[in-house]
């Protein structure tokens, strides 16, 4: 039996293996779905239903990719990152109620929360590129 246990508890650290490196999920995940949402912001919001699907997904990539972030493999610590990469969730997260509510206000108000999530953490974690010149 605990042999069994012991098996299932690899699998599941096995499972939760991160596939992409730290570069990659900013990249190809992060930054493109939080660069979708500013903007389209910027132009003065979703002007039709498929610009606010495509906000509502950006908005669940980066809720999620904040989860990501904090997974074993990747989080640095269980402090300050753990604090930062729910600020990221939150963001994401506010961003897909707005989105949901076709509410381009919230939305707009919000892209200040959005780059704080970012920017809170790669003050402290990204050391090479803060302060900038
Ligand atoms: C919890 C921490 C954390 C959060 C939140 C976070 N980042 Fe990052 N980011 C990092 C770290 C660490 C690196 C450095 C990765 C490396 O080079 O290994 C990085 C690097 C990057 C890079 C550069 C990748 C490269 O070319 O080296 C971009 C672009 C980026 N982040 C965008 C974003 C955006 C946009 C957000 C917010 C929507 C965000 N990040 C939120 C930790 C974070």
């Known amino acids: ?3 069994i246990g012991l098996l299932l508890l690899a699998g599941a650290a096995l ?12 990249v190809d995940m992060i930054y493109p779905a939080s660069n979708d949402i500013l903007l389209v912001v910027n ?6 239903e498929k610009e606010w699907t495509a906000v509502r997904r950006s908005a669940m990539t980066l809720a999620e990719s904040g989860n990501l972030l904090m997974m074993r493999g990747r989080a ?9 990469a729910k600020m990221l969730v939150d963001a994401g997260t506010a961003a897909y109620k707005a989105a949901e509510a076709r509410d381009t206000n919230a939305l707009a108000r919000l892209t ?18 803060f302060p900038r010149p």
């Open 1 to 3: 039996m605990r042999t």
């Open 15 to 26: 499972a939760q293996e991160p596939v992409a490196t730290m570069k990659q999920l900013m």
């Open 43 to 48: 132009r003065g919001g979703p002007s039709d």
């Open 76 to 84: 640095r610590d269980q402090g300050d990152w753990m604090k930062d």
């Open 112 to 129: 200040e929360q959005l780059d704080a999530s970012c920017t809170t953490c790669h003050k402290q974690y990204r050391s090479n590129v």
